[in-house]
């Protein structure tokens, strides 16, 4: 899977790779680093994204999340990474004023932040093994670190929900040793975010929010906060929060977004 | 390479579209580092949409020929109602029109933050962007397979 970069500059290694799991498509994109310990490092990687499936996937019966919800465990019996998660959709409910949950039709449901939290960990491994750029897509979630190559900087396209195929904005990750994309929306899946107060699809007046913000984790989890909030009070929201751009398409075709986010166009 | 390339002449473009649209130029209010205006993109009659609600009868089943429009049920949003007239040509989403969507008031435009033009179509195929990875709504696998992003790791770039 490994090739070599065809600049002419002095590129690092290039390790790519692709994964089904999770009921999506993960895909990397590994610079630098020593190609023995990188391979190692992708395979425990795209391991940890099936371990996590395994624990937290509401659709197992027999997953840890599952037998929880049921009282067959306690959190004490379950794998670290469930008190771990249980303590991130708190604290995403607390700065989110309750518009992300992780209780969905009266069980716990964590499906919300787990995504974002494997895939930024998953990225943040292959740091810690010696990459020199990172780049983890887990379903159109994206956790980069670092940088592709010489002079330049990773760069996101934000798929344009109203026009199948085309671009709304491009992010570039330049002057950030850290930096993640994440978009809530309608466009692929339908109305899949559900408004905690109701329990139903949310309604709201957009369709599409793309969250910029250093951790995937909370990027993602709050680009779905915020699309349940609505326009105004989602950008509002966004706009208050530290480290965080967005980008809102609202249901009148238009694009909005938070006062820095134009430095993070590229 | 497109409008997009760096801060400034983000400003400059949204600054000429600000000059050059006329009609629906909304003057928002800024916080006082930004530029001193931006204007709200013309909207074009064949834009604009809402993917609320799925409207019935828009799953296509079978090798579905010809073109069929569907409009879906009116949803109700703080700001108004929202409703949606789909395209399917070919047993292919190839248009979603919002008829209805709220019309924000002064006061609501004042508040909806800051404008900034969609990329022009030179700037969007994956290979002419320089893009290393796309963003988008959650990717199912099906949905992966038709999406830009599935282009990029075809490419190996």
């Known amino acids: ?266 | 390479m497109h409008a997009l390339k760096k801060n400034r002449p983000l400003r400059r473009i949204v600054l000429t579209s600000a000059a050059t649209v006329s009609g629906v130029v909304l003057v928002l209010s800024l916080k006082p580092h930004t530029a001193p205006a931006l204007a709200s993109p013309a909207p074009s009659p064949s834009t604009g949409a809402v993917a609320l609600p799925a409207p019935s009868g828009s799953a296509s089943s079978g090798p579905a020929t010809g073109t069929r429009t569907a409009t879906g049920d009116a949803a109700q949003t703080r700001y108004g109602p929202v409703q949606v007239r789909v395209t399917v040509k070919d047993g292919r989403l190839t248009d979603v029109t919002a008829v209805t969507y709220p019309q924000s008031s002064p006061r609501d435009q004042r508040i909806n933050g800051y404008a900034i033009p969609r990329l022009g179509s030179e700037a969007l195929s994956a290979q002419g962007a320089n893009i290393d990875a796309v963003s988008g709504a959650t990717y199912t696998s099906e949905g992966y397979r038709q999406s830009l992003q599935s282009a990029l790791d075809s490419l190996g770039r």
């Open chain 1, 1 to 266: 899977m490994a090739e070599p970069s065809e600049t002419p500059a002095p590129a690092p290694a290039q390790l790519r790779h692709v994964e089904e799991v999770m009921g999506t498509v993960f895909s990397f994109d590994v610079r630098g680093g020593e190609p023995t310990a990188m391979r190692a490092a992708l395979d425990e990687a795209v391991a940890g994204l099936h371990r996590v499936n395994e624990v937290f996937s509401t659709y197992r019966d027999d997953s840890q999340i599952s037998r929880l919800a049921r009282g067959e465990l306690t959190i004490e019996e379950c794998d670290p990474e469930v008190a771990q998660i249980l303590q991130l959709c708190s604290e995403a409910e607390r700065l989110s004023d309750g518009w992300f949950s992780a209780t969905f039709q009266g069980t716990f449901d964590p499906t919300g932040i787990v995504k974002g939290w494997a895939t930024e960990r998953a990225a943040l491994h292959l740091v810690a093994a010696g990459a020199t750029g990172v780049n983890v897509n887990g379903g159109g979630d994206v956790q980069l670190c670092g940088v592709p190559g010489p002079q330049r900087p990773w760069r996101v396209g934000v798929s344009d929900p109203l026009r199948p195929g085309a671009l709304a904005a491009v992010v570039s990750a330049a002057g950030t040793a850290q930096l993640a994309v994440a978009t809530s929306g309608t466009a692929e899946r339908g109305t899949h975010i559900v408004d905690p107060r109701t329990g139903k699809s949310a309604i709201t007046d957009l369709v599409a929010v793309t969250v910029v913000a250093p951790k995937l984790t909370w990027a993602d989890a709050w680009a779905t906060a915020a699309f349940a909030m609505g326009a105004r009070d989602g950008l509002s929201w966004l706009e208050s929060l530290p480290d965080t751009e967005a980008l809102l398409i609202t249901a009148g075709d238009e694009v909005r977004c938070t006062g820095g986010l134009a430095d993070r166009l590229g």
